[in-house]
């Protein structure tokens, strides 16, 4: 098993700038890769930035350059960031962290975070 614990979101203004965090713990050695999710109302959830366990980055087109996703292992926990920067009221939404584990047979178990609120204001 694997919980997440997000934290960092809030309300900034357009230009400012958050850090997400989101401790995984529990099965931490087997997590392959890990990633964030946001959904603003009405629309579904789409991939912000994601992670592999060798470092590899991806983002979504919209974000690119202005966020940057990390990953950091210590005390048991495995802590994956979102540095969000030149931020725009259209970020606004609920930030969710995903962390994928790959079971003995090659079985992978997904789990959410519980979702923090991210709001720009223009």
């Known amino acids: 098993q694997v919980q997440l614990v997000e934290s960092g979101g809030g309300l900034v203004q357009a230009g400012g700038s958050l850090r997400l965090s989101c401790a995984a713990s529990?099965?931490?050695?087997?997590?392959?890769?890990m990633a964030w999710f946001r959904q603003a109302p009405g629309k579904q959830r789409d991939l912000v930035a994601a992670?592999?366990?060798?470092?590899?980055?991806?983002?979504a087109e919209a974000v690119r350059g202005r966020f940057t996703i990390s990953r950091h292992s210590a005390n048991a926990k495995n802590t994956v960031y979102l540095q969000m920067n030149s931020l725009k009221p259209e970020d606004t939404a609920v930030y969710y962290c995903?962390?994928?584990?790959?079971?003995?047979?090659?079985?992978?178990?997904?789990?959410w975070g519980q979702g923090t609120q991210v709001t720009v204001s223009s």
């Open positions: 995903k962390a994928v584990r790959v079971g003995q047979s090659g079985y992978e178990y997904i789990y």
């Open positions: 529990g099965s931490i050695l087997s997590i392959n890769r």
């Open positions: 992670i592999g366990s060798g470092g590899s980055t991806n983002y």
